[in-house]
């Protein structure tokens, strides 16, 4: 069913999340220009409102995710590899800088368990076989390395009651098709 068109200019590459019964988008490239702006949606409505711009810089390829009453974006690329983290609060509608990754990445993939964000894969010069956790309680991240994991970036992720799942995604120099999921 065709809804209302997205607020802000078309777009590529761009991050989001859910939070509650809307979802937020940001940041992304239209055809010359990396973007900052951030946009709700409210299926309910059926609207598309502005609110406060992504406070990290502008950039394409970031994951997203949420955690409760909160929404995370990070990592990307603005003509560098990102690590950053930045926490969005839909009340107050502001952004907050959070812990930063040791290790830069772009085209991330991300999924939530356990209260936890994780991140994983990416690129950086070539995919990356890691996975980052992301603990909002303390801030920190750390390395959770998953057996027989391959290395990738451009995957897909997502959570099911609790669960994380993986997949698809490109490897050192192929195309992945295996799926995961994480308890």
């Not at 509608?93 to 964000?117: H, M, P, S, Y």
Request: proline letters at 3%; zero cysteines; charged letters at 15%.
């Amino acid at each position: 069913t065709p809804k209302t068109d997205f607020g802000g200019v078309p777009r590529t590459q761009a991050a989001g999340f859910t939070i509650g019964n809307k979802a937020y988008v940001g940041t992304g490239m239209d055809n010359q220009t990396y973007k900052q702006d951030f946009w709700e949606y409210d299926p309910g409505a059926n609207t598309w409102t502005q609110k406060a711009n992504f406070a990290g810089t502008a950039r394409i390829m970031a994951a997203g995710a949420s955690i409760g009453t909160k929404g995370y974006i990070g990592t990307g690329f603005d003509n560098a590899y990102k690590g950053d983290l930045w926490e969005y609060d839909p009340t107050l509608n502001l952004w907050t800088q959070r812990a930063t990754l040791a290790l830069e990445r772009r085209d991330a993939a991300a999924f939530v368990a356990g209260g936890k964000i994780y991140l994983v894969g990416g690129f950086l010069n070539s995919a990356l076989g890691q996975v980052q956790v992301y603990d909002p309680v303390t801030n920190t991240w750390a390395l959770n390395l998953f057996p027989n994991w391959a290395a990738r970036s451009e995957a897909f992720a997502f959570t099911i009651n609790g669960k994380g799942y993986v997949g698809t995604g490109l490897g050192s120099s192929y195309l992945l098709q295996d799926f995961w999921e994480f308890d």
